[in-house]
């Protein structure tokens, strides 16, 4: 059933603007989709009965719809919403923070360089929709479909999206949409298996507890001492709250590097780890950075691991060592997966997860520590 339109102000015969105003409100269930495709809708009887429209006002409304290609009038049946026949843009909208700013990020810069080479290769034209808190809803008439990209919670953006809008989410794992992810839980494992094949049995991690990738990674992580058979001590892992988002986001450089100073305030040095797994490369040369500064050495002391691999990690002294995310070919894929929906093709929702890999570099060595232990034994 449609939802119920507004009654005008007064109890005269709709004006121009009256009768364009319940072509609004009909426009608007039609494209949220709460009127469907082969709906019917009221006829002009119920539309005077309902809303005090003449025979006259009705068919200006129906008559401004049906030149839209919104509904169908069927001779002796009535009034239905049609079948939407969408005529390409060449434009795909993008929604994320990630657009912004590319330049200031490797991580940003690899994922935006796939999707823009893809789009290029396509002929077609990226269009910034804004974030899920700053949605330029109109703008979804202007393109052929979406791509969501590190939203955590898309629903805000699919409740705003036209009826049969394709779209794909990119980096986050989204339930009921199409999903192209790095192995997060995967590589985190990889990252364990690596430490603890150097000799490492006191793995420390650094992470925050509550967007869902981290969390992943934090699983790969927990696994990953499983898999080695290291009994895992709760007190290795510093788990905290959600870095700042928005306008006053604190980078992760400083989290890492604030976070790892309270750590060692509190202890760490106790806990006697000599390696440490830290959720991403800006985070982990943050850790480092501190370590050092407070006399520790790297990877002598204590070996450092990040996660994302882009060339950032070759800035760090010593070199960061890293599992290395398939930025580019996750931003390429996601615009492929799209382009077929538009064009016309409906696969399964599903989430595609591309494989990473261990970049290595200096900031990882074999555990000295356990070694001259199992000499002197």
């Known amino acids: 059933m449609p939802e119920t339109l507004e009654r005008p102000s007064r109890k005269s015969t709709f004006t121009q603007s009256k009768y364009r105003t319940l072509a609004k409100q009909l426009r608007q269930q039609i494209e949220r989709g709460t009127l469907k495709p082969g709906d019917r809708l009221p006829s002009f009887v119920e539309l005077r009965a309902r809303h005090g429209a003449t025979p006259t006002t009705a068919n200006q409304v129906y008559g401004l719809l049906e030149q839209e290609g919104l509904i169908q ?13 969408r005529t390409l843009t060449g434009n795909i909208g ?9 330049q200031r990020s490797p991580f940003k810069m690899y994922l935006m360089k796939g999707v823009q080479l893809a789009t290029e290769a396509a002929r077609q034209h990226l269009l910034y929709l804004g974030t899920d808190h700053s949605l330029n809803v109109s703008a979804f008439s202007k393109v052929d479909g979406v791509l969501i990209c590190n939203i955590e919670d898309p629903r805000p953006v699919l409740q705003n999206l036209p009826a049969g809008l394709p779209h794909v989410a990119l980096l986050n794992i989204n339930e009921g949409v199409t999903s192209v992810v790095a192995d997060d839980h995967g590589g985190s494992k990889m990252a364990v ?3 603890a094949s150097s000799g490492h049995r006191r793995i420390a991690c650094l992470m925050e507890k509550m967007p869902s990738l981290p969390r992943r990674r934090f699983a790969g992580y927990s696994d990953g001492l499983l898999e080695a058979g290291i009994e895992a001590n709760p007190a290795w892992a510093r788990l905290t709250q959600k870095v700042a988002m928005g306008e006053n986001r604190e980078p992760y450089l400083e989290w890492g590097r604030r976070e790892m100073r309270l750590w060692l305030d509190e202890g760490f040095g106790k806990l006697n780890c000599t390696a440490i797994f830290v959720q991403n490369e800006m985070a982990a040369i943050g850790v480092m950075q501190i370590l050092q500064q407070e006399g520790w050495k790297v990877p002598e002391d204590i070996s450092v691991m990040g996660f994302d691999g882009t060339e950032l990690c070759d800035y760090a002294m010593p070199r960061l060592t890293a599992m290395e995310s398939p930025l580019e070919q996750i931003g390429a894929k996601a615009v492929e997966i799209l382009n077929r929906q538009i064009a016309g093709e409906t696969p399964e929702i599903q989430t595609i997860t591309l494989p990473v890999r261990l970049r290595h570099g200096g900031s990882t060595a074999a555990n000295v520590r356990n070694r001259a232990r199992e000499q002197v034994e």
């Open 73 to 85: 009038r069927q001779q002796g049946r009535g009034t239905f919403v049609a079948e939407r026949k």
């Open 94 to 102: 993008f929604v994320g923070g990630v657009f912004l700013h590319p």
């Open 193 to 195: 298996k690596h430490l």
